[in-house]
């Protein structure tokens, strides 16, 4: 039993070594990959515009509330009007619909909608992560029996969370 006492006793003190090293370091991480600067307290989104020659009415809103959720709900940041620490502005730029595969008789299968989204973002704590008029774009396809309006409801939120994710990666984790 006496050997077990020195042993206990090392293995208390690594313990303890270990705890106050690990105390001692600070490591940023975030289970939604954003690596906010810790000054960083507001952000702010300015409404989108519709600026592209074809226009859904619901995409402007739809694309303005995204991005504003996405980082009340994935940061620690709260939203101001305007001016905040984290700025976004912008406008879309494209919105159209393409085929996207034919079929052997050449006539369409698949149409593609495309938006695609031009943005300003400002870092007031960090000017070399801003950037301006970055394009950000994605897509989906759908059968092309049916038409855009009948298919742009589902199609508007899914692009447009790919291309908030993107603002936000860029964004929000220096990518």
């Not at 370091?25 to 519709?50: H, M, Q």
């Not at 059968?143 to 860029?170: G, N, R, W, Y």
Request: charged residues 20%; contains cysteine.
């Amino acid at each position: 039993h006496k050997r077990r006492k020195p042993m206990r006793k090392i293995i208390i003190f690594a313990i303890a070594a270990i705890s106050l090293i690990a105390a001692g370091c600070t490591v940023k991480y975030s289970l939604s990959g954003a690596s906010i600067p810790p000054d960083a307290k507001t952000f702010s989104v300015a409404y989108f515009p519709n600026n592209a020659p074809m226009v859904a009415p619901v995409l402007s809103s739809t694309l303005t509330d995204e991005l504003t959720q996405r980082f009340a709900s994935r940061t620690r940041l709260v939203q101001v009007p305007e001016g905040g620490d984290f700025a976004f502005e912008g406008e879309i730029v494209g919105y159209t619909s393409t085929t996207s595969s034919v079929s052997s008789g050449d006539y369409a299968l698949q149409n593609r909608l495309t938006i695609t989204v031009k943005v300003n973002f400002t870092n007031v704590i960090d000017d070399k992560a801003s950037f301006k008029a970055r394009s950000f774009s994605a897509y989906a396809d759908y059968d092309s029996t049916k038409l855009l309006t009948e298919v742009e409801s589902t199609l508007i939120p899914e692009i447009v969370d790919q291309i908030v994710t993107d603002i936000f990666m860029a964004a929000a984790s220096n990518w």
